[in-house]
């Protein structure tokens, strides 16, 4: 038998109203992204108009990507992302990145995947689809039923429809009112949501439901019949439809007064409709209900009947044929025959369509559902069915699909329970349930005593964001290195495991020793991939206490890191950016100055961040290129970093992290000069790492408000905010190392900055840092100074600001160049000392550093007599630099004084020379400082 494809209705009867907005919608689309929520009970025409809306796109050529959600389809991965890309898949696949391509190929079972891709790479990949598509015309996202959407599908729009900015992308959503969708809410809090409306949906008015039943149906109704369907429909105009076809069916028209001979509930109306049908047509439609994409070839395997059992049902308005699948007319009639069909005959139909069933995931549901005693054949199946999801990155599907496994595996199988318990474990990791996988794993050890099952519950368990304290990861960490003796893989992580949990704790020694080994047990087994994780991490550690070669340990990561990407086709990063060995070498680079090759290695860190969906790493690397940028004094390329990261921080909900965020944030405000939000902000990074036990984390809040303190020179104010950093190595390793000594200095306690100077020194000698070595030299002349050594102090503090010219750390050469100013202007030496504190405070200035402009300005006005300035400007140039800092353009400038627009540009040229400065927002940050002093 041969079905006729569904046909849309000619004419939508009684929605003019809504039409006209449908219609609006549709032309707005070129705007950019904006979104439409239709709403309303079940029958009401929401499905209708949805179709109405794809039809009004397709008119105006623009792209449309559509699918239906549907009870069955909840618990199949990726469902609605198989409809939604299926037609555009051959355009959309070549202009993926590699990364997010072979994630796109694995889920839709184009290809299979070495490494299981992530939802975060595939929701990337969704994303930039979407923008591919969009530039070469508007897209229509249309989702019926958004509220049985496939949640996989669902995370991975929610995903990309939160960074849709200026792209033409629209989304139309049609959902049952009293139900919940996460999707629809987040497309509320979209960047766009001022461009998002909700249509609400109300029944039909009498005439409008009159229209209705005399254009779809063959029925003369009286206006009082008409009348009576109208309000036991309650104006519904699937439920007046179904109505009508009702009283059709019987023999005579109820009398005036007499109740319709139908259900006054719409579910009941469809069960009597359903009961008229043959007893072959009920069981098609029983299998049908149970199918996530049913067809005539699986309903037949499966009743043993034919395709003309069908008929009936179609017939009846009951079912239709879309793109060659059979698809019920209303999800409600779905639910119906689910509802009404007896438990043993779905679980009878559920056995069938095991073996019937061609996917792999579809099939084990239904064996998942209808198995109720321990077997170790069926929980097999279950477990290679849930791997087979995980692989393609699904993991909440994988997560349900072993946790039936591990529900149907044998009582006296303990190592395969526990094996399974934390397969299923890390698909819900991954899922983001961390509390049922910490459970999971829980459970494997309590109940597995010894060996290698039990230490990798235990490492797990160690994971620094399961554990509620480092202490108590600390301890399960340990005991998983003893249970994992002899076994590299499982040593080297948990080494390294330890090893970070050590570095949280500030201890380094202990962190080198567990990177130490690790590396040692690598190398011994010949695997690549350990042996660069150790030696990252060995790099790392070593870099904080000073010793070893940290930079040849992370080139020979990079290098090893490439082999394995050779040997196994993969582009993708190696685990945490945080840790990578290109991210841990542009830290070293940084600190000596480095700065263009350090930003070229975070750059192409940062990209392939981008190109695999991982936020969590992109937030890190967006820090470190916010620190970088604050290195280098571009003060307003660190704070787009750092607004980067933190709207990252929101988005992923990592409040671990966000404290990191924050420090970064603080610190820039720090730097220029908004000291009260900088110790806000640092208080609420140490409140972060408190609550986590991060004390690395502490100690730089500490050190960030020090830095506020001493800025203002409220140097004993500096040592207390401080703490016990100042015994710590930590003040090696931070960008404002040298401070708890200039705080010393400051407070007068010089022979206390002895002993850490000393260390600082060290540290500089080991390691041959240059911004070590400019601190140790500014450091010492300070000190020299402060015990009278006037001469001494100013042959050192020449020698940093020799050093500090070679490397491109402007505001630490202003800084220096501060230091020697005021040594020089206690030495008597007035034109010398002018001469540093002029450069000095013009650094600052073009910085944006406003309280430390302030104090070389200061600085300045102490020295007595008048000599010449560097910067001072005649008045028609200190006319045109405060119009120009004012914003106005250069033929503006040139109206407001009556000139010409070259006399402008020819005095800006004397100006920018003079005050060294090469852009406006440079010059109105020194003319900022010029009027402070």
Request: charged share 25%; aromatic share 4%.
């Amino acid at each position: 038998m041969v079905l006729a494809e569904s046909t849309e209705d000619a004419e939508i009867v009684g929605r003019e109203e809504e039409l006209g907005a449908l219609a609006r919608f549709i032309d707005d689309i070129d705007r950019g992204p904006a979104g439409l929520i239709l709403e309303g009970e079940a029958g009401v025409g929401k499905t209708t108009l949805w179709r109405a809306a794809m039809r009004m796109a397709e008119t105006k050529g623009h792209r449309v990507l559509a699918t239906s959600g549907a009870p069955t389809e909840t618990t199949l991965a990726f469902a609605g992302l198989v409809d939604l890309l299926g037609t555009v898949l051959n355009e959309v696949l070549p202009r993926l990145p590699m990364p997010q391509r072979r994630a796109m190929e694995a889920t839709l079972l184009l290809s299979e995947s070495k490494r299981p891709p992530t939802g975060r790479v595939i929701s990337a990949a969704l994303l930039t689809a979407l923008r591919e598509l969009s530039t070469t015309g508007p897209v229509l996202v249309a989702i019926d039923d958004v509220q049985w959407l496939d949640t996989p599908t669902a995370n991975a729009l929610s995903f990309a429809i939160r960074r849709l900015r200026g792209d033409r992308v629209a989304l139309v959503f049609a959902i049952r009112s009293g139900e919940r969708a996460a999707l629809s809410l987040d497309l509320m809090r979209t960047p766009f949501a001022d461009r998002v409306s909700r249509m609400e949906l109300r029944p039909l008015s009498f005439g409008a439901l009159r229209r209705l039943l005399l254009t779809r149906t063959d029925l003369r109704l009286t206006r009082h019949l008409l009348r009576r369907i109208h309000d036991t429909s309650g104006g519904n105009p699937f439920f007046a439809l179904e109505l009508a076809r009702a009283l059709a069916r019987g023999n005579t028209p109820p009398e005036p007064g007499e109740p319709l001979p139908v259900p006054a509930d719409l579910r009941l109306l469809l069960s009597d409709s359903i009961a008229q049908l043959p007893s072959a047509t009920r069981d098609a439609l029983a299998v049908a209900a149970l199918l996530a994409r049913p067809s005539i070839e699986a309903i037949s395997s499966a009743t043993t009947g034919s395709a003309d059992d069908l008929r009936p049902a179609f017939d009846a308005n009951v079912i239709e044929v879309a793109e060659g699948a059979i698809r019920f007319v209303h999800p409600l009639i779905r639910s119906v025959v689910y509802a009404q069909m007896p438990a043993a005959d779905r679980a009878r139909w559920q056995r069938r369509l095991v073996d019937i069933v061609s996917d792999v995931e579809e099939s084990a549901h239904h064996l998942a559902l209808v198995s109720f005693v321990p077997d170790e054949a069926v929980a097999f199946r279950l477990e290679s069915a849930g791997d087979h999801a995980r692989r393609r990155g699904a993991p909440l599907a994988a997560a349900g699909l072993l946790e039936h496994a591990l529900r149907l595996t044998p009582e006296d199988q303990a190592n395969e329970r526990a094996r399974r318990s934390l397969a299923a474990a890390d698909a819900w990791v991954d899922s983001g349930d961390r509390r049922r996988a910490a459970a999971l794993c829980e459970d494997v050890r309590r109940t597995i005593r010894h060996g290698p099952l039990r230490a990798d519950a235990l490492q797990r368990l160690a994971d620094k964001d399961n554990a509620q304290t480092v202490a108590q990861a600390i301890a399960y960490a340990e005991e998983a290195l003893r249970e994992a003796a002899g076994d590299h893989r499982r040593e080297v992580d948990v080494l390294l495991r330890l090893a970070t949990l050590r570095h949280f704790r500030t201890e380094w020694h202990a962190a080198v020793d567990c990177a130490t080994k690790a590396l040692r047990v690598a190398e011994a087994a010949g695997d690549l991939d350990a042996t660069a994780s150790a030696l990252t991490a060995l790099g790392m550690y070593e870099t904080f206490l000073g010793v070893g070669d940290p930079a040849r340990h992370y080139r020979r990561a990079i290098e090893l890191e490439g082999q394995v990407a050779a040997q196994t086709a993969s582009s993708g990063i190696f685990g945490d950016p945080y840790w990578a060995p290109q991210t841990m070498l542009s830290d070293w680079q940084r600190k000596n100055g480095e700065l263009d090759e350090a930003r070229l290695l975070l750059d192409r860190q940062y990209q392939r961040a981008v190109e695999a969906g991982d936020e969590a790493s992109r937030m890190l690397l967006c820090v470190h290129l916010a620190e970088l940028e604050t290195t280098a004094g571009s003060f307003d390329l660190a704070q787009r970093w750092n607004d980067e990261a933190m709207a990252l921080a929101d988005e992923t909900e990592a409040a671990r992290r966000r404290g990191l965020v924050l420090s970064s944030i603080a610190a820039l405000e720090a730097y220029r000069g908004n000291l009260q939000g900088a110790g806000e902000l640092a208080q609420q990074a140490r409140t972060i790492a408190d609550a986590f036990g991060d004390e690395l984390l502490v100690a730089k809040t500490r050190a960030i408000r020090c830095f506020a303190e001493l800025t203002a020179e409220r140097y004993d104010s500096a040592l207390t905010e401080l703490g016990p950093s100042i015994e710590h190595p930590v003040l090696s390793v931070l960008p404002i190392a040298g401070d708890g000594i200039e705080a010393l200095i400051g407070a007068g306690r010089t022979a206390e900055a002895r002993k850490p100077l000393d260390e600082l020194a060290r540290y500089s000698e080991r390691t041959g840092l240059r911004m070590f070595r400019l601190l140790v030299l500014r450091c010492r002349g300070l000190l020299s100074a402060a015990g009278g050594d006037v001469e001494g102090a100013i042959e050192t503090l020449e020698d940093a600001a020799v050093l500090s010219a070679e490397i491109p750390l402007p505001f630490e050469r202003a800084r220096t160049l501060l230091a020697l100013g005021q040594v020089l202007r206690r030495g008597k030496q007035k034109r010398r000392a002018r001469e540093a504190l002029d450069e000095a405070q013009a650094g600052f200035a073009r910085l944006g550093a406003r309280r430390w402009s302030e104090r070389a300005a200061a600085e300045l006005s102490r020295i007595g007599g008048r000599g010449p300035m560097r910067w001072e400007l005649t008045p028609t140039e200190r006319r045109v630099a405060q119009l120009v800092a004012e914003g106005l353009t250069n033929k503006e400038v040139a109206g407001a004084l009556m000139s010409s627009v070259r006399a402008v540009e020819a005095n800006l040229t004397r100006i920018y020379a003079k005050l060294g400065v090469r852009s406006r927002t440079e010059l109105a940050h020194v003319l900022g400082g010029m009027k402070t002093s």
